[in-house]
């Protein structure tokens, strides 16, 4: 008998082991803040998470679409590097990076218009290196254009990102 009630009280107490645990803690902050809940210091505001989220996922839509009409627009433009004073230029256009396939922005040249009394008195090196120099002035020429229309996107990010950390956008300068 005694060894029955010892194994009864054994395998009682190794299948709680097994047993879910029965807890009655409150549900996590998480799932309470999600639709705006009550806040640390302050009262609950009805849906303002998720709205908050919203309004923040909307103005990256419109940030994105902000991006894609520049990038077409500075993909429009013929941007032009020179070289030997002038005598050689190359137009560079800017290629927009096109994901997931090439996520890197380019340059593709798409002419090169040398002076032909210079092309007629200039040896091969010189004009290689005069080409070379060419083309870098474009690429320089086209990184600054881009740097600078990109500018405005930034400041909106910027916007964006200290309204998620609760903070207030920079100023404008």
Known sequence: MKLSI???VLLISSASAFAPSINSSPASSTS???????????????????MDQLAMFKKAQEIAKKKADLDKDIA?????GSAADGKIKVTVQYVPAQLPVNPSPGYDTTSIDIDEEYLAGVSSEDLSAALVD???????SATKIVAEKYQSLDKELSGIMAGM???QAPAAE
Not at 134 to 139: K, N, Q, Y
């Open 32 to 50: 309470l803040n999600l639709f705006g809940g009550k806040k640390e210091g302050g009262e609950g505001g009805g849906m303002g998470g998720m």
């Open 165 to 167: 950390q609760g903070g």
């Open 6 to 8: 010892l194994s009864t």
């Open 76 to 80: 429009a433009m013929d941007i032009i």
């Open 134 to 140: 060419a083309l870098r002035d474009g690429e320089t």
